[in-house]
């Protein structure tokens, strides 16, 4: 027990004197060769924990930023797509001067307020093209409201509930647009098939279709503002003695690869 | 002398990561390993343990803090000597004694500093203040108590594995 109690009280008077030592003359402070080696190994050991800490830090940054990127980026699909729809009504409002008054309702009807949605869903059967969106009732969507993407016209409102909304795409066969070419202003209706494509109904038989024309929606019902794009022509179908000439349509919005959409909540004409 | 090596690793391992992680949580205050390793191998191994343990301990944040010399080996030499003295009055492995006497050694430490510094005219000292970080301080090593004295133990159960034909204090004091 003296031993121990002897072994305390060096040590304790060794470190009162190391204190004096340092206190009197503190700018001479020397750690020694046993110091400096403690240094030296402490120094990678602190670096290295440093370096694991920083890595972690820049991970959590990275977390966090992917975070903030993707806000951003929905924000900015949401202005991409609502910049295509006004370059797509500018563009037929120069191509058609004549139609001014005509084009200034069209603009009233679809300058209104857009929702971005997300798409969330899809009906997983082959026979109907219904998509499922997160925006519904309380953010002021309605039955039967347009809904498009950057690309065109992608189909309207089914079902609303508070907060999501089914959309009917106009590939689903209950699906029915009236339409002109953008190019001859004939007009037919394109009705969905339950396929990719569409099939472009009631043109006049005495008129020539090129393929590739392009097909706008018309604005002659009341569910869709005039000139939305809704796909090109890619094929023509005329059967011996029918009264109409029939075209397949590919739509101009990829429908199989949604992700955002957006609902022209004011863009009915009926409104 | 598998124990001391381990110990004094486990001191470095501490020093280290005060330096390098504690220091940079930016709460202003941050926990002592160090102090919490010291009063883990003091408690079980005495007197002689502690007091070296708290000298070793005292003079590596010396070195590594930049602090005067011997201010830290004074203080850490204080605590490793009452945590050994009270070996055989404290059951460290009861649930709260490693919380509370981490709380009391993290007011030692700081109380001796302060003392130190007082004395020897190295600043002035806001008692009321240094009472109150410490206390916070003391809450954090309170909490980390446990977990560091598991891993002290466990580590010397790993250290004595390797050699399980010699008994722990013959390779400690040969």
Same mark, same amino acid.
């Not at chain 1, 009233?108 to 899809?122: C, L, P």
């Not at chain 1, 472009?200 to 097909?215: D, F, H, N």
């Not at chain 1, 029918?242 to 955002?260: C, F, K, R």
């Given at each position: 027990?003296?031993g121990r109690i002897a072994l305390a009280g060096v040590l304790l008077a060794a470190a009162l004197m190391l204190v004096t030592l340092q206190?009197?003359? !503190?700018?001479?402070? +020397?750690? $020694?060769? &046993? =110091?400096?080696? *403690? ?6 050991? #602190?670096?290295? @924990? ?95 409201? !347009?809904?498009?993407? +950057?690309? $065109?016209? &992608? =189909?309207?409102? *089914? ?6 909304? #089914?959309?009917? @795409? ?102 | ?174």
């Open positions: 027990m003296r206190v009197r003359q !503190p700018e001479q402070r +020397a750690v $020694g060769p &046993v =110091g400096a080696t *403690l240094l030296a190994a402490l120094g990678p050991a #602190q670096s290295g @924990l440093s370096r694991v800490s920083d890595s972690v830090a820049r991970l959590w940054r990275l977390y966090t930023d992917i975070g903030r990127l993707r806000v951003e980026n929905t924000r900015l699909r949401e202005d991409v797509e609502r910049l295509g729809q006004e370059v797509a009504r500018l563009r037929e409002q120069a191509q058609a001067t004549q139609r001014l008054e005509k084009l200034l309702d069209f603009r009233t009807a679809t300058g209104g307020r857009a929702i971005g949605a997300r798409v969330i869903g899809r009906d997983t059967s082959q026979w109907f093209a219904v998509i499922l969106v997160d925006r519904g009732s309380r953010d002021g969507v309605r039955r039967n409201d !347009p809904v498009v993407a +950057a690309e $065109g016209l &992608v =189909g309207r409102v *089914l079902t609303v509930s508070p907060t999501t909304s #089914q959309v009917l @795409l106009i590939t689903d066969a209950r699906s029915a647009v009236g339409v002109v070419l953008q190019q001859s202003r004939e007009a037919g209706v394109v009705e969905g098939l339950g396929q990719a494509v569409v099939r472009l109904k009631y043109l006049s038989r005495a008129r020539e279709i090129p393929i590739g024309a392009v097909v706008i929606t018309s604005g002659l019902t009341s569910l869709f503002p005039r000139g939305l794009p809704v796909g090109t022509v890619v094929s023509l179908v005329r059967e011996q003695g029918a009264i109409y000439q029939e075209a397949t349509v590919a739509p101009s919005v990829n429908l199989d690869h949604l992700e955002e959409v957006l609902i022209l909540a004011e863009g009915r004409s009926d409104r | 002398m598998t124990r001391p090596l381990l110990l004094f690793g486990l001191l470095f391992a501490g020093l280290a990561v005060d330096g390098a992680w504690l220091s940079r949580v930016p709460l202003g205050f941050a926990p002592d390993l160090v102090v919490l390793v010291l009063i883990a191998a003091a408690v079980r191994g005495g007197l002689p343990t502690g007091a070296l343990l708290g000298a070793t301990a005292g003079y590596l944040r010396d070195v590594a803090g930049g602090s005067p010399l011997g201010v830290y080996t004074l203080a850490y030499l204080v605590v490793g000597i009452a945590a050994g003295s009270m070996m055989t009055l404290l059951d460290f492995d009861q649930r709260f004694v490693p919380a509370m006497t981490a709380a009391g050694a993290t007011m030692l430490v700081s109380l001796v500093t302060g003392g130190v510094v007082v004395v020897t005219g190295l600043a002035s000292v806001a008692w009321l203040d240094l009472l109150g970080s410490s206390a916070i301080v003391a809450g954090m090593n309170a909490v980390l108590a446990r977990p560091v004295d598991a891993l002290v133990r466990g580590a010397e159960r790993a250290a004595r594995r390797r050699h399980p034909s010699k008994p722990i204090a013959y390779r400690v004091f040969r």
